[in-house]
């Protein structure tokens, strides 16, 4: 016999059958429970989901010997030929292949005539949206009044594009994406059936790979089973689809954490050494980012990570140590490698300088002017005594009185050194602050720019806590007590900045130690 692949083999033949559509099987078993059928459904959804499936089953109950009936037989003649897709009273038409005005007035003269065996004439149209406007136009008639035996069901993966007129003449049924979890359960039900010999972690691998479609994920795994050998391992599966192990996304996020710089890029070095793709790497570390923030905000809700509860328990451990507030801030910066990799052209250099950025918060300051000095140099010159200005100003007090041994310079010139040293305790600080520019001091009072479109910035660091941590930090820096405050102003980064992707360039120049040609 010839073979049948799994995504065919394993289709489902009644109700019962349909993985992961609960709301759209009780609707229409209520309905032909009811006899309230409509004339034309829309079925919409993302592919491999079990659209075209539904349809043939609900094709099946209507002509089954017995039906209308919630439980087709699949034994008598009508649900065999409906099976075998050679039921003349159940016409299943590519939308792709017949978008004229021409297949549908075909369509429209065949209408009028009656079954040829079974109750009802079912019209299946898959990808209906590919259809022309002049074909949706002529359909209109025929939708709206067709004959009480007609049934029409519409499916597409783009229901916004087709017209409101159509819509409007249907009863639309969305279709979800399937999840992890339910895809794991079938593709166990599968492996057992068919006497495969798989890991639990290989199906969580093609589930996941699935990207919420069964029949991806059952055509991975049809795949895997003639590449491999005796077993289907995680290798041959990160071998064949080119996948991001779990286990890696965990251990970068760890030296991310760690602040540990070297070891972030060795890693991801291997990765790109082994063929990974990496923007599908990219994708993925931002996803787990999503899972940790999923993770710490419900404390591990399998539900809403859709994951193993395994997975969602390392991912709860893992959240612990790192606050919202600096998961917000890698969620962005590696969102933005995104945008700044289409734009330079090189994802993997954007994403090596950000892995770097996010493991060693390091970013020298905007000014070209400025001199970064090191540790033994800063601390081999000698502080004169300084004045220490009282923290608390009344309303009416005069301006603060400036501190004559502390200048703008002497702060810039510790500037490196103090986001260096809030990164180690808290990243989040040291990230935002490393964005602003050092504008001024008056007296005690210092002022840090931000560019207008950095205001989040500017709100995070104004809150309490943040404002103390780096008062104190500054204290530590300049044996000096200052204030900080925070403006947004459009003239706080010079010119090469404030163009698209200033920012990222000066963080390329500051780590390969280049310079900007004109």
Request: a positive charge.
């Amino acid at each position: 016999m010839p073979y049948t692949v799994f995504a065919l083999k394993w289709r489902p033949n009644n109700f019962d059958e349909i993985i992961g559509q609960k709301n759209v099987v009780t609707t229409l078993k209520s309905a032909l429970q009811k006899n309230r059928l409509a004339h034309a459904y829309l079925f919409a959804g993302p592919r491999g989901i079990g659209k075209t499936s539904t349809a043939r089953i609900l094709a099946k109950a209507l002509n089954c010997k017995s039906g209308p009936t919630l439980e087709p037989c699949g034994k008598c003649s009508s649900c065999l030929e409906i099976s075998q897709s050679r039921s003349l009273d159940v016409i299943e038409i590519d939308g792709a292949s017949n978008t004229g005005v021409e297949d549908v007035r075909t369509l429209r003269e065949n209408v009028k005539f009656s079954p040829a065996s079974g109750k009802f004439k079912v019209y299946i149209i898959d990808e209906v949206h590919m259809l022309s406007t002049a074909a949706f136009n002529a359909l209109l008639k025929t939708l709206e009044e067709p004959p009480d035996f007609v049934k029409f069901i519409f499916a597409t993966t783009h229901p916004d594009k087709i017209p409101s007129t159509v819509l409007s003449r249907c009863q639309r049924l969305d279709f979800r994406r399937i999840s992890v979890i339910e895809i794991i359960g079938q593709l166990e039900k599968v492996a057992k059936t068919e006497k495969i010999n798989v890991d639990r972690e290989v199906l969580f691998a093609i589930a996941k790979a699935g990207d919420g479609s069964l029949r991806d994920a059952e055509s991975i795994l049809d795949q895997l089973v003639a590449f491999s050998k005796d077993k289907v391992s995680l290798q041959d599966v990160i071998s064949v689809l080119g996948l991001v192990e779990q286990d890696a996304l965990f251990e970068i996020t760890d030296k991310i954490i760690e602040k540990n710089p070297k070891a972030a890029l060795e890693l991801f070095n291997k990765l790109t050494e082994e063929g990974k793709d990496i923007s599908v790497f990219l994708n993925n570390l931002i996803e787990h980012f999503r899972n940790l923030m999923i993770a710490k905000v419900t404390r591990g809700d399998a539900k809403l990570i859709d994951l193993p509860q395994d997975i969602c328990e390392r991912l709860l451990r893992q959240s612990q140590a790192l606050s919202l507030e600096e998961i917000f801030s890698v969620f962005n910066i590696l969102a933005n490698t995104q945008e700044m990799g289409r734009r330079l052209d090189s994802l993997r250099i954007t994403l090596e300088v950000n892995l770097i950025r996010l493991a060693n918060p390091k970013k020298a300051a905007a000014n070209p002017g400025i001199r970064l000095v090191s540790p033994k140099e800063t601390s081999s010159k000698e502080k004169p005594p300084v004045k220490v200005i009282p923290r608390e100003e009344k309303k009416n007090d005069p301006p603060p009185e400036p501190v004559a041994s502390i200048s703008l310079d002497n702060i810039k010139n510790v500037w490196q050194n103090v986001i260096e040293g809030l990164s180690r305790i808290k990243m989040s600080v040291a990230t935002y602050l490393s964005e602003g520019e050092l504008l001024s001091l008056k007296g005690s009072l210092l002022t840090i720019a931000f560019p207008k479109s950095h205001s989040l910035h500017k709100e995070s660091l104004e809150k309490r806590e943040n404002k103390e941590i780096i008062e104190k930090s500054l204290l530590e820096a300049l044996s000096t007590p200052l204030r900080v405050s925070f403006i947004l102003s459009a003239e706080s980064k010079p010119k090469d900045a404030e163009q698209p992707g200033g920012h990222f360039i000066q963080s390329v120049l500051d780590t390969f130690h280049g310079r900007l040609i004109k």
